[in-house]
Antibody, heavy 122, light 107 residues
Framework: QVQLQESGPGLVKPSQTLSLTCTVS??????????WTWIRQPAGAGLEWIGR???????YYSPSFESRVTISLDTSMNQFSLKLTSVNAADTAVYYC??????????????WGQGILVTVSS | DFQLTQSPSFLSASLGDRVTITCRAS??????LVWYQQKPGRAPKLLIH???TLQGGVPSRFSGSGSGTEFTLTISSLQPEDFATYHC?????????FGQGTRLEIK
């Protein structure tokens, strides 16, 4: 059973870069049926989709984050990563990684990691 | 963007009640609508995909319907473990978007 686990610093200073890693137990298959994706959730708010990466390395980012975000993949380590530059207090949130199943007509995010709280503060 | 509007944002109900949550899309999203359940401090859990297909292991008291721009999630008889926040999500096109969530609480 595939499980995902986020890791990284829980505190980032304003204007710096937020860096998180998602480790996929069970491996990252060379399959076009999956994307690997990041989502965040500010406290008391809804879910915001950040972006996704395919096992071949192609990415797609939400326009809300496009100028500041990079998602990368390391299949040898069974990991994918998120970098968000120039952070401010509004980037304080729980960050989730998830597997996106995408074989039409079936599309969903599952499983999700447990989430990691990142606070932006000096 | 494909905006999703959930209603109500907050719902108070009793054990055994039948409840319905609505998710409206700003444009046609066909049936690429997913429902998740989220409990405090936990990640969202997949309930329903393709608007009406129950994920394995999800109790049959949950059901989904709709296509195009209007969708509903129904819980036929509320159980204690159902009190949570419910999110809809569209996966028809980029960017992926979520509704603002519906918080379901015990009356």
């Amino acid at each position: 059973q595939v499980q995902l686990q986020e890791s990284g610093p829980g505190l980032v200073k304003p204007s710096q870069t937020l860096s998180l890693t998602c480790t996929v137990s069970g491996g990252i298959p060379s399959s076009g049926d999956y994307y690997w994706t990041w989502i965040r959730q500010p406290a008391g708010a809804g879910l915001e989709w950040i972006g996704r990466i395919h096992y071949r390395g192609n990415t797609y980012y939400s326009p809300s984050f496009e100028s500041r975000v990079t998602i990368s993949l390391d299949t040898s380590m069974n990991q994918f990563s998120l970098k968000l530059t120039s952070v401010n207090a509004a980037d304080t949130a729980v960050y989730y990684c998830a597997r996106w199943y995408n074989k039409s007509p079936f599309r969903w995010f599952d499983p999700w990691g447990q989430g990691i709280l990142v606070t932006v503060s000096s | 963007d494909f905006q999703l509007t959930q209603s109500p944002s907050f719902l108070s109900a009793s054990l055994g009640d039948r409840v319905t949550i609505t998710c409206r899309a700003s444009q046609d999203i066909r049936n690429y609508l997913v429902w998740y359940q989220q409990k405090p401090g936990r990640a969202p859990k997949l309930l329903i995909h393709a608007a009406s297909t129950l994920q394995g292991g999800v109790p049959s008291r949950f059901s989904g319907s709709g296509s195009g721009t209007e969708f509903t999630l129904t819980i036929s008889s509320l159980q204690p473990e159902d009190f949570a926040t419910y999110h809809c999500q569209q996966l028809n096109d980029y960017p992926v978007t979520f509704g603002q969530g519906t918080r379901l609480e015990i009356k």
